[in-house]
């Protein structure tokens, strides 16, 4: 079956999308928007709890491939663009899991959420006025990547220290983040003409004023 995408824009009438780079943000926004407005906090990896149970490796090869892993470093080993190719791969079966989950929490209230969903299908399924796209500097998204305390970042971390070779199996991975994150993929995100906020690479804390810039574009306030 296919629903047509002014349907699905119908049913996410409610549903504000931030998306972008790593280390852009992203995160923190959602949350603090969510905090702040009462909204359905939809944070990263939220389709995940049914997306785990319900994708099949025929309809969702790329999700399913973890479940497959003999060992973690499998993971973090793999050739960088094999890893860019999977990260979006995975990004575009879990949008039909997204898209699924959203309509299911936001016919009575406003949803924020952190979205792999790429730019293209966002402008089919939603307005101007309910995405933002939060991009960082490539220094940023690849060097300071595990600057961060969420659980998955310090858990790949950890594996990619496990490893006899780990300076050559971090090399590797940050290859794997360059071309994630690098120009290509940037440039889709910047050229897309939704609103964009770009993070500076100093340590200003900008938080507040970044939530109000998206807080306002999105009509919030």
Known sequence: MKIENNIIKYYLKNVYFITGTAYAGKSTTVKMLADRYDMVFCGENYHSAVSDIVATPDAQPDICFINNLTDWKEFVKRTPEE?????YSTAKEAAEFEVAELISVSQNRKVIVDTNISVDTLKEISDYNHVAVMLSPLSMSVERFFDRSDPEKQFLLKVIESCEDSESVMENYRRGL?????????DEYANS????????DNDADTREEVC???ARHFGLI
């Open 178 to 186: 360059e071309l994630i994150n690098g120009k290509v993929h940037y």
């Open 212 to 214: 109000d810039a998206i």
């Open 193 to 200: 003409g939704f609103f964009t906020v770009v993070r500076q």
């Open 83 to 87: 890893y860019e190719r999977w990260i």
